[in-house]
Nanobody
Framework: QVQLVESGGGLVQAGGSLRLSCAAS????????MGWFRQAPGKEREFVAA????????YYADSVKGRFTISRDNAKNTVYLQMNSLTPEDTAVYYC???????????????????WGQGTQVTVSS
C-alpha cells in the first residue's frame, strides 16, 4: 500500500508560481512511475505530467508543457511539480498518483495509476 500526501497548493495571481510536493510512505518509492493530475470544477480529471522511476524521463500534457516541471527525489520519497506562468485555467485540485507501470508505457490516464493522494487546491486569480 502506498500513501501519498500532497502539499503546496494555495492562491496565487496569474503569472505567478507554485511548487507542489507529494510525499510517499513506501520503501519502494523508486519503483513507481509518478504522475500529477488535476480536476477543475465541472470537468473530468486530466493528466498533467509524469516522471519515470529514476527521474530520467518525463512527459507533460500540452497545456502545461514549457510552464510546469515534474521532478522527484527518491531519497526523500517525494515528487514535485513546479508550476510557473500560472493562468486562471490552471485552477484545479491537483492530485499526485503512483503507477506500477513503467514509464515506457506512458501512463497518462487515471485507470493506469494505482494509488492517489487526497489532492491540494490551486487557485489562480486573474
Amino acid at each position: 500500500q502506498v500513501q501519498l500526501v500532497e502539499s503546496g497548493g494555495g492562491l496565487v495571481q496569474a503569472g505567478g508560481s507554485l511548487r507542489l510536493s507529494c510525499a510517499a510512505s513506501v520503501r519502494t518509492f523508486g519503483r513507481y512511475t509518478m504522475g500529477w493530475f488535476r480536476q477543475a470544477p465541472g470537468k473530468e480529471r486530466e493528466f498533467v505530467a509524469a516522471i519515470s522511476w529514476t527521474g530520467g524521463s518525463t512527459y507533460y500534457a500540452d497545456s502545461v508543457k514549457g510552464r510546469f516541471t515534474i521532478s522527484r527525489d527518491n531519497a526523500k520519497n517525494t515528487v514535485y511539480l513546479q508550476m510557473n506562468s500560472l493562468t486562471p485555467e490552471d485552477t484545479a485540485v491537483y492530485y499526485c498518483a503512483a503507477s506500477r507501470l513503467p514509464m515506457s508505457t506512458f501512463p497518462a490516464t487515471s485507470h493506469e495509476y494505482d494509488f492517489w493522494g487526497q489532492g491540494t487546491q490551486v487557485t489562480v486569480s486573474s
